[in-house]
């Protein structure tokens, strides 16, 4: 455990078996929540919790490759949402109906995610323990 | 049942914070206990001491010292969140050089580790947002 | 049966003219799930024609009263103190707030 603070066994079971979901829904540069959302992400890795990230609706706007918010005067979090694999985030998912929406396929992604069909959507959240969706 | 509350909210334009005060308050009377109660976002301005309420206005950063003191709550304010937004305790106004700390007294500033931990302890994180 | 599995609980506090908000909602629901609306959430109630979905649909009384709807919410809701609030998040497995 990287946490010297989860010292009780009883908060070590509980721990192994909460699994989270954080819920993305805005475009780039919309508001302050995917980077928000994004840095739960990390903190709950820290914490050695389970995450997986769905991006729903605008939400897929946020892993569209080519980017360049410099000319915003903007952060990059382009490179943030990449950084999620050195925490062993791996497991993302976007909606086939947005993709299609906005003609993204996963060659205009920066991330490998699964797609599914908007139907198993609740199927798949069903299955988190957590859900924080902002 | 052991509860952690969200918010993620700006008080000055909603409800949010005043839904998730309720809900701690109707959770205590229960006997249920609140493991943490987590300020992100917007919602840390909430916790400004230098906000100055009308008088026919309730302050409800008061209502939440209160309640805190009634019931030994753990009232945490994300760091980043705060510090970004200009709302900071002694030692951040130090480090960033600033003339001030607005940080109110029974707040607490601290990482988003307090949010990771209170998912783990409690059986419940809600989130209060609008 | 829906009523006897007590899923995940919905958080609903966006008023309905964000369809988007609440088309992501009700994708998000299946059998043993439930709704609450809360703050402007309520105002879904108002609507005669408003499409419903199939889980138990709950609203925050207090806010309800508070924008003087308590006469002309839809009968199809049941109107719920804190307390019962309360009760419902431990009853549910799990809440998402959509907002």
């Known amino acids: 455990m990287q946490s010297s603070s989860l010292t009780e066994p009883s908060l070590l079971a509980t721990n192994m078996k909460k699994n989270i979901l954080l819920i993305v829904r805005n475009p780039p540069f919309a508001n302050s929540s995917n980077a928000e959302t994004l ?3 990390f903190a709950c890795a820290a914490f050695d919790l389970p995450v ?3 991006f729903l609706n605008d939400g897929i706007l946020q892993l569209a ?6 000319l915003l005067e903007k952060k990059d979090l382009t490179n943030n949402f990449r950084a999620l694999a050195m925490y062993d985030i791996e497991d993302y998912f976007v909606i086939a109906e947005d993709a299609q929406r906005y003609q993204l396929t996963q060659n205009d992604l920066i991330l490998n995610c699964k797609i599914i069909n908007k139907d198993k959507m609740a199927a798949l959240i069903r299955t ?3 859900v924080i969706n902002l | 049942m052991i509860f952690s509350l969200l918010i993620y909210a700006s008080q000055n334009s909603g409800q949010a914070e005043h ?3 309720r809900f701690t308050r109707s959770a205590l009377q229960q006997g249920h206990s609140i493991h943490r109660v987590f300020f992100y976002g917007e919602a840390v301005s909430a ?8 008088r026919d206005e309730v302050n409800i950063t008061e209502q939440w010292l209160k309640l805190a003191q009634d019931n030994d ?3 945490v304010v994300c760091i980043a969140a705060a510090v970004r937004r200009g709302v900071l305790d002694q030692a951040e106004a130090k480090r960033h050089q600033k003339g001030a700390a607005n940080l109110s007294d029974g707040f607490e500033l601290s990482g988003l580790g307090q ?8 059986d419940r994180t809600i989130t209060f947002g609008n | 049966m829906k009523h006897s599995i007590f899923e995940t609980l919905h958080i609903i506090s966006k008023g309905p003219s964000d369809q988007q908000l609440y088309q992501n909602a009700f994708d998000s629901m299946l059998e043993g799930d439930a709704i609450v609306f809360t703050q402007a959430g309520v105002y879904s109630l108002l609507s005669k024609d408003f499409d419903f979905p199939e889980q138990l649909i709950y609203a925050l009384s207090i806010d309800v009263d508070a924008r003087g709807l308590s006469q002309k919410v839809d009968k199809r809701s049941t109107l719920i103190s804190d307390a019962q609030f309360v009760a419902l998040c431990c009853q549910y497995k799990k809440t998402i707030s959509w907002f």
């Open chain 1, 39 to 41: 840095d739960i992400a």
């Open chain 1, 52 to 54: 997986s990230l769905l």
């Open chain 1, 65 to 70: 490759n080519n980017q360049q918010s410099n």
């Open chain 1, 128 to 130: 988190f323990d957590t």
């Open chain 2, 19 to 21: 839904s998730a005060l």
């Open chain 2, 47 to 54: 916790c400004s001491a230098f906000k100055v309420t009308p």
């Open chain 2, 73 to 75: 709550l753990d009232l």
């Open chain 2, 115 to 122: 949010l990771a931990d209170a998912i783990i302890v409690s």
